[in-house]
C-alpha cells in the first residue's frame, strides 16, 4: 500500500526557532498533500493543501508567514514552522493524495512538535 | 461550509457486541466519504471509502458503511467488534473534485474484552 512518511517524529524546540518538518510519499507520487494539525482528544484542522510547483492554499485562520509550506517535489513536501512559540506545541500530520486510488488519502505517522 | 458531525463521542462496547456509528455531512452537492481509523499509538489508516455505485460498500476487518444520500449519512457498522478494534474512528467528506476532506470530531471506540 502506499506509504507516507515524516520526519522527524518528535521534536523539542526553544521558543523563536524554525522548526522543517518533512512529509515524503514513498512509493507513489504525490501531486497534493495536506497538513494537518490534532489537538489532543479533537479532530483534524486542516492547515493548507500543498500542490506541487505551486503556492500552498492555507484554510482561514492559518497564518502563512508562520506555516511556510513548500511542495518541491512529487515526493516532498515541508513544512517550517516560524518562531515557533508555545501554542505552536502540536500534533502535525501530513497526507498525500494518490491520484490513482482517487480522492483517497494516505496520512504519514505524524509529528510531534514541543516548543518551550 | 461544509461540516461533519459524529454523533457518538466515545462508545463503550463489550466484544462481540455489533457497533454502529453515526456520521452525518451537510454538502449538499456530490461527495466522496471516508472512514479512517487510528489505532492507539498509530497513524490514521483508511478503513472504506465511498464514491459511487453500491452505497453499502465494505472495507477491512470486517467494517461496512451505508451512504444514504437522503439522510446525508454514512454510518459504519461491524456485526461483532473485538478488543482489537479499541481505536478512534474519524469519519470524512471530500467534495466531489475540491481535494480536501473535512473530517468529524472521531468518535473513541472502547471495546472490553
Known amino acids: 500500500g502506499a506509504v507516507v512518511s515524516q520526519h522527524p517524529s518528535r521534536v523539542i524546540c526553544k521558543s523563536g526557532t524554525s522548526v522543517k518538518i518533512e512529509c515524503r510519499s514513498l512509493d507513489f507520487q504525490a501531486t497534493t498533500m495536506f497538513w494537518y494539525r490534532q489537538f489532543p482528544k479533537k479532530s483534524l484542522m486542516l492547515m493548507a493543501t500543498s500542490n506541487e510547483g505551486s503556492k500552498a492554499t492555507y484554510e482561514q485562520g492559518v497564518e502563512k508567514d508562520k506555516f511556510l509550506i513548500n511542495h518541491a517535489s512529487l515526493t516532498l513536501s515541508t513544512l517550517t514552522v516560524t518562531s515557533a512559540h508555545p501554542e505552536d506545541s502540536s500534533f502535525y500530520i501530513c497526507s498525500a493524495r494518490d491520484l490513482v486510488g482517487g480522492e483517497t488519502q494516505y496520512f504519514g505517522p505524524g509529528t510531534r512538535l514541543l516548543v518551550l | 461550509a461544509q461540516s461533519v458531525s459524529q454523533h457518538n463521542h466515545h462508545v463503550i462496547l463489550s466484544e462481540a457486541a455489533s457497533l454502529e456509528l453515526g456520521c452525518n455531512y451537510s454538502?449538499?452537492?456530490?461527495?466522496?466519504l471516508f472512514w479512517y481509523v487510528q489505532y492507539p499509538g498509530q497513524h490514521l489508516q483508511l478503513l472504506l471509502k465511498y464514491f459511487s455505485g453500491d452505497p453499502l460498500v465494505k472495507g477491512i476487518k470486517g467494517f461496512e458503511a451505508e451512504f444514504i444520500k437522503s439522510k446525508f449519512s454514512f454510518n459504519l457498522r461491524k456485526p461483532s467488534v473485538q478488543w482489537s478494534d479499541t481505536a478512534e474512528y474519524f469519519c470524512a467528506v471530500n467534495e466531489g473534485n475540491a481535494g480536501k476532506s473535512t473530517f468529524g470530531d472521531g468518535t473513541t471506540l472502547t471495546v472490553k474484552p
Open positions: 454538502y449538499g452537492g456530490t461527495v466522496n
